[in-house]
């Protein structure tokens, strides 16, 4: 038996999404085909590929690019030279 989550969303309370869903960036987005780069306030939902990741907001390329984080938490993205 599946069980209902309920999904707190800007301080309201959604329920009977199972767990396929995620707060990002103050929206309700599927954690099945989206991935959510940043968090529940802020973040940015994407389409998930699998050649891509997160770097703060910003979903990069693996091979064109590192995620760099300062002492302050920021995320800058570097691109790689090819």
Do not use: I
């Amino acid at each position: 038996m599946e069980a209902d989550y309920v999904v707190v969303l800007s301080g309201s309370l959604l329920s009977g999404y199972g767990d396929t869903v995620q707060c990002c960036g103050g929206q309700v987005v599927s954690s099945v085909d989206r991935v959510c780069c940043g968090d529940d306030v802020t973040g940015q939902s994407y389409s998930r590929q699998s050649d891509k990741y997160c770097c703060g907001q910003l979903y990069v390329d693996t091979l064109t690019t590192h995620c760099c984080v300062d002492s302050h938490s920021r995320a800058q993205v570097v691109y790689v030279d090819q």
